[in-house]
């Protein structure tokens, strides 16, 4: 099973009143494993950037002149990210202006129902409860002490190991399910058994324990289940 963990940042917060995405970072997950496929991209807004965005991410207008502008990526990202579940946190807020981005330029949409949100599963599990990415870093146990700004892609790499958690941490038969009352938004994961052991494990028993266990049994007459 393949899936995107991605993460954008912008120069603010509404595409159609010209903001736009300066940073793309995405990472692949093959059965909920990380691989080394990894998208990642600085890009030109076209448009200055403002304070109280830089202040966010640090990535001024200096350092994103000349890097390729969205009409020369938006294939390229479309191409890596193919049919994949996209895992994001607060997925509007991203899929607003990566389907933007798309628009303006001519290329398809990505369907909503593809994403899969991280926040909303957080607030599911732990109703009340902070569920920025920096809150469940803490609740996990999660270092994210190189996160003094945002990144996109050091924020997807961190993601993708909140995501884990989130669905239950590394156990590969773990599946949940986050499916509304109107039955949307549900998260299948694909189950998985572990063979049987080639060789069963030495017993922990001692020769005492097997002794009084024997005696245990022997005191609870003929019709005890247990000797039967």
């Not at 990210?81 to 303006?104: P, Q, S």
């Not at 499916?179 to 572990?194: A, C, H, L, R």
């Not at 069963?200 to 028993?205: D, E, K, M, W």
Request: aromatic share 8%; net charge negative; glycine share 10%.
């Amino acid at each position: 099973m393949r899936e995107i963990v991605l993460d954008t940042e912008t120069t603010g917060f509404d595409p159609e009143g010209g903001d736009r995405i300066v940073e793309i970072g995405a990472i692949e997950l093959i059965g909920h494993v990380p691989t080394d496929n990894v998208f990642h991209e600085y890009i030109d807004p076209e448009r200055l950037m403002p304070q109280e965005a830089f202040e966010v991410h640090g990535l001024g207008d200096d350092f994103l002149r000349g890097k390729p502008k969205f009409a020369e990526l938006g294939q390229k990202f479309l191409d890596f990210v193919g049919d994949a579940k996209l895992v994001i946190h607060n997925a509007a807020f991203d899929m607003k202006f990566l389907n933007a981005e798309l628009k303006w330029i001519g290329l398809p949409q990505l369907p909503f129902d593809r994403a899969i949100d991280t926040l909303d599963i957080a607030r599911r599990r732990f109703p009340g409860s902070p569920a920025s990415l920096d809150a469940l870093c803490r609740r996990f146990g999660i270092d994210n002490s190189a996160r003094t700004l945002h990144g996109a892609l050091l924020d997807s790499e961190i993601l993708a190991e909140v995501y884990l958690e989130l669905i239950g941490g590394r156990q590969p038969d773990f599946g949940l399910s986050t499916s509304s009352g109107s039955g949307s938004n549900t998260i299948e994961v694909e189950s998985w058994t572990p063979p049987p052991r080639p060789r069963a494990l030495p017993s922990r028993v001692t020769g005492q324990e097997r002794e009084a266990h024997a005696a245990f049994v022997a005191k609870l007459g003929d019709d005890a289940l247990w000797p039967k």
